[in-house]
């Protein structure tokens, strides 16, 4: 091999060592600015925001607002329920089922299943089977009783869920959605338990 070959082949080798030194220098810098738990590039900001508490929040929340919802779908269906409680109903489910779809975008975001853990103990105002079964099959005037005596110990649980993270949570969207709900479901307590002394 000539002088001249074995110089090129010198550099090419001395370029190429230095190419990958610092693709893995530039890589190693980066990690090491990224705290623990920083998700990858392909990941959403968002994600680092969310705590266990946040996570456990909207898991117990999506349910607490499906049965809140189904709850005023049933007594909706009825005749002859009285005006003021159709309204509160109709005001429940509008504002509820869109909570429901934003909490399960937020899970999404974080990578955590929507539906995971078990977390029956920890909501509040949860109706059984047999409460849901008696709501549906009782008639309109005795329906409006029972939804709104168990919309107000539902609502009451989420009220105490939405202040638990607003202690103990991080997300800035997790926190603004607790703050509504504390304020949107405390003044509908406050006119239920009006509606249940005026029926």
Known sequence: MTRTARTTLAALALGTTL??????????GDAGEQPAGTPTSTAPASA????????????????????????????????????????????????QAPEVEQMTAMLDRWGADPSGGDHAGHMGGMLDDDALAALEAAPAEEA?????????????????????????????????????IVAAQQEEIDAMRSLLAEL
């Not at 925001?49 to 809140?68: C, N």
């Not at 009783?145 to 202040?163: C, D």
């Open 144 to 180: 409006q009783r029972l939804f709104l005596e168990g919309m107000v110990e539902h609502h009451e649980g989420a009220v105490a869920m939405a202040q638990d993270v607003l202690a103990e949570g991080e997300d800035p969207e997790v926190l603004a959605l607790a703050e509504e």
């Open 19 to 28: 190419a990958l030194t610092g693709c893995s220098d530039a890589g190693t």
């Open 48 to 95: 680092t925001t969310a705590s266990a508490a946040d996570v456990m929040f909207a898991q117990m929340m999506i349910p607490h607002h499906e049965q809140a919802v189904e709850m005023s779908a049933i007594v909706l269906a009825k005749d002859g329920v009285d005006e003021r409680v159709v309204a509160l109903a109709e005001q429940i489910e509008a504002a």
